[in-house]
Structures are given as C-alpha cells and as structure tokens.
T-cell receptor, first 115, second 111 residues
C-alpha cells in the first residue's frame, strides 16, 4: 500500500514563527504536492515538485516555500507564520508526469493553527 | 480562476434517494479522478476515467466522462448514510504537472 506520512496531525504555532511541515512517501513517486484546504475554498495548490530539487509554484505560493532534497521527502515551509495561514495542509504524491492513469495519494493532513 | 467547477456545492438528501454531482471545465483533460474525503482525513481515490464517453461503476456509484473529456458526473443510486462525505474531482492541468481539484460537493445522507 502507498503510504504518505505527514509529520504532525495537529500543530499550534505563534505568529512570526518559521514552521516546517514534513511529508514522506514510500512509493518512489516522482510528483509531490502541497495543498491547503479551507471551508468553501476547496483544495488549493501551494507548490508541487516533479523531481528532486525541482519545485513549481501552484496557485497560492505567497508566504510559503518548499524543499525537496530527497525524492521521498517534500517539506513545506512557512517563512513567518500568520493567522491567515491557519488551515488544513495536505501532502500528496503521484507517479511521474501527467500519465493518463495517474492518481494522487494523500497523507492524513496537518491541521495548523497560528495564534 | 477555478478550472474545475463542481455542482452542487452542498447536497442533503434522505436515505434511498438518487443524486448526481457534476464536474465541469472549459479545458480538455487526458484523465480525471474522483475522490471522497471524510472529516479529518485526506481524500481517497474512487475512480479514474480516461476515455471520452467512458462509464465506470463502483457498486452504487456510476462515473461518466464527457465525450469531449471536459466534464464528468458522479451518480449515486439509493444513497446511504455511509456515502456522506466530500466528493472531489481532480485532473492534471493540460500539459503540465499541476494537479488541480474541483470546488467539491459536500453530501449528507440522512437516515
């Protein structure tokens, strides 16, 4: 079974802190994604990566950065946490590119609260 | 700009009723996925549709991909309380590695 593991289920951080959200997958997938999910706004893509050390901005990259030093690990960094970054963060991985049968596998999510 | 629009956004029905959820776009996709998400969990894949006009069945769930591969529908027959959840369509944005999700349909089935 594919497993995508996010380091924390719940996290509370203070405004201005630097926050690291870690995601690890065990299926040797090329693609990895970070989304945030807010009521009424659906899943919005923050950043994605299609290879080690490669990263692409999604639809809402402002205030975030990412790191992919190893194929299995994709980290999301909040440079200076703000209250509007309180959200559910979901990591996903998938096989290479945009194959016709590609599907994404998700972690259980990290519910981040910034106070 | 939302590339995948889902309707309805919310649906509350009685057990035993039928329902259809729609996923529409102006873009053409090589494939499209449907997921279901339970509260506090990540989305879980239900099905992938690939060919225009394709119909796939998963027990009481029927998925259809539009002929032009721009839209899809999910039909649930005789809904049960266990079908309650958030239903999401998703696809790779044409020619890129960008994987996008629809706006979601939150379904509640009352016993």
């Amino acid at each position: 079974d594919v497993k995508v593991t996010q380091s924390s289920r719940y996290l509370v951080k203070r405004t201005g802190e630097k926050v690291f959200l870690e995601c690890v997958q065990d299926m040797d997938h090329e693609n990895m994604f970070w989304y945030r999910q807010d009521p009424g706004l659906g899943l919005r893509l923050i950043y994605f990566s299609y290879d080690v050390k490669m990263k692409e901005k999604g639809d809402i990259p402002e205030g975030y950065s990412v790191s992919r030093e190893k194929k299995e690990r994709f980290s999301l960094i909040l440079e200076s946490a703000s209250t509007n970054q309180t959200s559910m963060y979901l990591c996903a991985s998938s096989k290479e590119g945009y194959r016709r049968d590609t599907e994404a596998f998700f972690g259980q999510g990290t519910r981040l609260t910034v106070v | 700009t939302q590339l995948l629009e889902q309707s309805p956004q919310f649906l509350s029905i009685q057990e035993g009723e039928n329902l259809t959820v729609y996923c529409n776009s102006s873009s053409v996709f090589s494939s499209l996925q449907w997921y279901r998400q339970e509260p506090g969990e990540g989305p879980v894949l239900l099905v992938t549709v690939v060919t225009g006009g394709e119909v796939k069945k998963l027990k009481r769930l029927t998925f259809q991909f539009g002929d032009a591969r721009k839209d899809s529908s999910l039909h649930i027959t005789a809904a049960q309380p266990g079908d309650t959840g958030l239903y999401l369509c998703a696809a790779f944005y044409s020619g890129t590695y960008k994987y996008i999700f629809g706006t979601g349909t939150r379904l509640k089935v009352l016993a």
